[in-house]
C-alpha cells in the first residue's frame, strides 16, 4: 500500500514542475554514482586477478625462508618430510643473493636466484620465458635466464642462433673472514640462455640460473639453501598447510603464503578500490541533499493529501512510511538503472574490449574486468540506506503535520 501511494506520488503532475525535475535529477545522480562504482569496482576486480595470475607466475603457494639471516640448514630427512606432505604437488630449493652482472661495460645489480630442476613445476617463468630458452646449464657449464629489463640493461644476448658470449657475476662469498673486499667476493662466468617477461618488478631485478652455481660460488654447505618454494595442489589450504609446515620444521623456519610474500602489494590494491569506492559514494551522499529537497517539496506539495489521510485514521507511522516508500523509490530505480548501465558496458567490455588503455605500454591493450556478485549487494545496500536515511527527515516531517481540515 506505501509502495503504491508512492509510486502515484512520483507519477502525478505537481504545481511546481521543479519537484519534478529535482527527482529525476536525484534519480539520475543515483545512477550515476551506482554506475561508477559498479564499474570501478569491476575494473579494479579485472586488475586484480590480473596482478595475482602476473605474481602467481614467479611467487610460489607456500615459501620457506629462514627466521634469521638469509640461509638455513635443511637435511635430506627434513626434506623427506616436506615431499610426504599430503598438500604438497612439487618443491624448489633455493639459493638467491644479490649480485653484479657485467657484459663487457654494462652491468647491473640483480638478485641471482640458483634454482633446482624442480623449479619449472614451481613457478611459471619458463612459460614466460618469450626470447631464447629457458636453461640453466650446470654447475660446470653455467647459463642465465633474466628479465627483460636486465637483459636490456646490459645487451644480453639470447639469439640461439648467435654464439653465446661469457657474462661475469660476482657475488659474495659467503662467511669471508678476509680484510681485503676484493677476496671476499667471487668471481663466475655464465652465458645467458633466455630472458622473460612478468612484470617489470621482476623483469629489471631477477636472473635465474642453476642452484649448484650460485652455491659453489657463494661456499653454500651442502645442505644449506637460502628458500624453498612448494607448489600446493589445487584443493589445498594455503594456510592450514603453512601451519602443518612450522609445525613440522620449527621456530628456525618461517613459513610464508603467497599472500604474505606480496603483503604491501595486496594491502595496496585493496586500499586503492576501497578509497575509490568511498569517492563514490560521497558522491552518493551528496545526491541525498537533491533527495531531501525534492522530498520536502513533495510534503508541501501533499500538505492536503497528508490531512485526507489523517481524517480517514492514518497514523503517524503510515504517513511516515509513505513518504519513506517515496525515497526508497527514487533510491531504488536510480539503483537499478545505475547497476543496469554498468553491467551492459561491463559484458560488452569483456566481449569487444571497446575501451583502450592509454599508451600501450602495458601487458594486455584494454581495461580488464571482472563481474562479482558481493560488489553489486554493496553498492545496492549502500544506495538504499543513504536513499533511506534522506527521506527519513522529510518523511518524520509529513508525519508530524498538525491534522487541520479546511
Request: hydrophobic share 45%; with cysteine; net charge positive.
Amino acid at each position: 500500500m506505501y509502495l503504491t501511494f508512492a509510486w502515484r506520488y512520483f507519477k502525478a503532475k505537481k504545481s511546481a514542475n521543479a519537484i519534478n525535475i529535482i527527482a529525476w535529477v536525484t534519480v539520475g545522480v543515483i545512477a550515476f554514482a551506482t554506475c561508477c562504482q559498479v564499474l570501478v569496482l569491476s575494473v579494479f576486480n579485472g586488475f586484480e586477478d590480473l596482478v595475482k595470475s602476473l605474481y602467481s607466475s614467479f611467487y610460489s603457494d607456500i615459501k620457506i625462508i629462514p627466521a634469521n639471516g638469509k640461509t638455513f640448514i635443511l637435511t635430506p630427512a627434513q626434506i623427506a618430510s616436506v615431499k610426504k606432505q599430503q598438500a604438497v604437488e612439487n618443491f624448489s630449493l633455493i639459493a638467491e643473493e644479490k649480485a653484479l652482472l657485467k657484459n663487457f661495460d654494462a652491468r647491473t645489480p640483480v638478485y641471482l636466484k640458483g634454482v633446482d630442476d624442480n623449479y619449472i613445476k614451481v613457478s611459471g617463468v619458463a612459460s614466460k620465458t618469450n626470447r631464447g630458452k629457458y636453461f640453466t646449464g650446470t654447475v660446470e657449464d653455467p647459463y642465465l635466464v633474466a628479465g627483460s629489463g636486465i637483459q636490456n640493461a646490459t645487451s644480453l644476448n639470447v639469439d640461439p642462433a648467435l654464439p653465446a658470449g661469457d657474462l661475469t657475476v660476482i657475488l659474495p662469498k659467503k662467511n669471508s673472514t678476509n680484510n681485503d673486499p676484493l677476496q671476499s667476493l667471487s668471481e663466475g662466468f655464465i652465458k645467458a640462455a633466455g630472458s622473460f617477461t612478468i612484470q617489470q618488478e621482476f623483469d629489471d631485478k631477477y636472473a635465474i640460473t642453476n642452484i649448484g652455481f650460485v652455491k659453489q660460488q657463494m661456499g653454500f654447505a651442502a645442505d644449506e639453501y637460502s628458500a624453498v618454494e612448494i607448489k600446493l595442489k589445487d584443493n589445498a589450504d594455503a594456510l592450514e598447510e603453512k601451519e602443518k609446515l612450522t609445525t613440522l620444521l620449527g621456530s628456525s623456519y618461517k613459513v610464508q603464503t603467497k599472500y604474505e610474500q606480496n603483503t604491501s602489494l595486496y594491502n595496496t590494491m585493496k586500499l586503492e578500490k576501497w578509497a575509490i569506492y568511498s569517492l563514490f559514494t560521497l558522491i552518493l551522499i551528496v545526491s541525498a541533499f537533491t533527495m531531501i529537497s525534492a522530498l520536502t517539496m513533495l510534503v508541501l506539495e501533499k500538505r492536503k493529501d497528508i490531512n485526507v489521510l489523517q481524517s480517514m485514521g492514518a497514523s503517524q507511522g503510515s504517513i511516515l512510511k509513505i513518504f519513506l516508500s517515496e525515497g526508497l523509490l527514487l533510491g531504488s530505480i536510480g539503483t537499478v538503472t545505475g547497476i543496469v548501465v554498468a553491467t551492459v558496458l561491463c559484458l560488452l567490455q569483456l566481449k569487444f574490449e571497446f575501451i583502450k588503455l592509454a599508451g600501450g605500454s602495458f601487458l594486455l591493450d584494454y581495461f580488464p574486468v571482472k563481474l562479482i556478485a558481493t560488489d553489486f549487494i554493496l553498492v545496492a545496500a549502500t544506495a538504499t540506506a543513504i536513499a533511506f536515511f534522506a527521506a527519513w527527515f522529510p518523511a518524520r516531517k509529513a508525519s508530524r503535520q498538525a491534522f487541520e481540515l479546511r
